[in-house]
């Protein structure tokens, strides 16, 4: 089955898609290259614990909800990994 798209909002119809693109400003989740390399270690260390591949949809998950835990503002190594640890695995 295919995904189908729904249409942009009318207000949105034929705007270049630069224009819709937001600003960087204070409340944007830009995150800081040594902030990066942090996440990057929980990661690898996440993948190994959960015997995932880095190509998995597992290992996506972890990554999506990683970077949603570090930009809810938490920044402890141990508690940004615990916290993304997911409750149920497969195996």
């Avoid at 729904?6 to 224009?19: F, I, T, W």
């Avoid at 944007?28 to 040594?34: G, Q, R």
Wanted: hydrophobic share 40%.
């Amino acid at each position: 089955m295919t995904a189908v798209s729904a249409p942009p909002p009318r207000a949105l119809r034929g705007r270049k898609r630069l224009e819709k693109a937001p600003a960087m400003h204070a409340t944007s989740h830009y995150i800081p290259p040594e902030a990066l390399d942090m996440l990057c270690t929980v990661f690898d260390e996440l993948l190994q614990e959960c015997h995932a591949a880095r190509n998995s949809q597992e290992a996506e998950n972890l990554a999506a909800r990683l970077i949603a835990i570090y930009q809810s503002g938490v920044r402890d190594l141990e508690l940004l990994k615990n916290a993304s640890i997911p409750f149920t695995r497969e195996g």
